[in-house]
């Protein structure tokens, strides 16, 4: 990204708000981190010409009540550790404002993209306890899940209708055994031939009777005949 570009995408202002993802940083992280953790995230993600922007952007917004006090921290860095140097000047400025209560006098620094915006070594191990937290949400829900889908299976089994049992096999004296259908069948037949036995003994005596009379009546007509 070239100079002019970059201080265009920088220092896009807009009354009291300044777009300039190091400063949105600083500001973000200063009440909650140690000076060296921000010091170190910003060495490692930020460029030179970055850090050095970001100086001159937060010198040209003080009060200016704070220029004297500001002073030791406004010179430009020239030598080896000018990065270094150039980064605790910032966060030394910040942290002048704060201890005189001038925030509010700044302008509201801002990020144009989050991608600009570095992960704090802490973020990150906030972040892997979310996704380990996670993971174990999904394996409890997975459990879950097997455990309803067990369930609902053995409710559908005991809802099922009971099986027919049958009769234990007989053995005859023809073959090892017989079925339950053919038990029945031969009482059955039994039963059919008890009621031919009956209809048969019906029959005889009812032909019994018939005799009976023929019997009577040749005796009276001999003795008439007599």
């Known amino acids: 990204m070239s100079s002019e570009s970059q201080q265009q995408f920088c220092q896009i202002e807009h009354g009291k708000l300044i777009v300039n993802e190091l400063l949105f940083f600083v500001f973000t992280k200063h009440d909650n981190n ?47 550790n000018k990065v270094d140097r150039t980064v605790e000047d910032i966060l030394s400025i910040v942290a002048i404002v704060d201890e005189n209560d001038c925030r509010h006098l ?53 809802q099922q209708p009971p099986l027919s049992v049958q009769a234990p096999t007989q053995p005859t004296h023809g073959s090892g055994s017989t079925s339950h259908d053919e038990v029945s069948m031969d009482i059955n037949d039994d039963a059919s031939r008890c009621d031919d036995v009956f209809d048969d003994d019906q029959n005889l005596q009812a032909i019994m009777g018939m005799c009976s009379n023929q019997t009577q009546i040749t005796r009276t007509t001999s003795s008439v005949q007599n």
């Open 106 to 158: 700044l302008p509201t620094f801002c990020a144009s993209s989050l991608s600009c915006i570095p992960v704090m070594p802490d973020d990150m191990s906030e972040l892997a306890a979310i996704r380990s937290e996670l993971c174990d949400l999904r394996r409890q829900f997975k459990n879950l899940m097997s455990t309803v889908e067990t369930a609902v299976k053995y409710t559908q089994v005991a």
């Open 34 to 80: 140690c000076k060296a953790a921000i010091q170190s995230t910003i060495t490692d993600f930020y460029r030179e010409d970055d850090i050095m922007l970001a100086k001159q952007v937060i010198l040209q917004n003080v009060d200016n009540s704070l220029i004297s006090v500001i002073q030791p921290h406004s010179r430009k860095r020239i030598r080896d």
